[in-house]
């Protein structure tokens, strides 16, 4: 069974700056696409970013990320980032990484394997 561990979230200002890991374990999700989703008390999962497995295509939700976020991956560490840059209040929430052989689908539905989370608190 594979495993995506989510790190790097925590409380940072408003304007700052965090970078999101997702570290793959136990399987290997080098031909996977991988997804960053994002979801708070009472909403449904969102979706944020997706790159391909090669790392050619990447897939953005504009109205959620307008240019501040990046998403890459680098095969020999096994592990996908998300640079999250200007951050907003209204970006707190639990962020989460997930896999699918699919395309950089934007659906949840679509992705098969889920790391457990990390916290992304933005104050003012």
């Known amino acids: 069974q594979g495993q995506l561990v989510e790190s790097g979230g925590g409380l940072v200002q408003a304007g700052g700056s965090l970078r999101l890991s997702c570290a793959a374990s136990?399987?290997?999700?080098?031909?996977?696409?991988i997804g960053w989703f994002r979801q708070t008390p009472g909403k449904e999962r969102e979706f944020v970013a997706a790159?391909?497995?090669?790392?050619?295509?990447?897939?953005y939700a504009d109205s959620v990320v307008k240019g501040r976020f990046t998403i890459s991956r680098v095969h020999s560490k096994n592990t996908v980032y998300l640079q999250m840059n200007s951050l907003k209040v209204e970006d707190t929430a639990v962020y989460y990484c997930?896999?699918?052989?699919?395309?950089?689908?934007?659906?949840?539905?679509?992705?098969?394997?889920w790391g457990q989370g990390t916290q992304v608190t933005v104050s003012s």
């Open positions: 790159i391909s497995w090669i790392g050619d295509v990447t897939s």
């Open positions: 136990g399987r290997t999700f080098s031909r996977y696409t």
């Open positions: 997930a896999a699918t052989l699919a395309s950089t689908t934007q659906s949840p539905r679509d992705y098969a394997y």
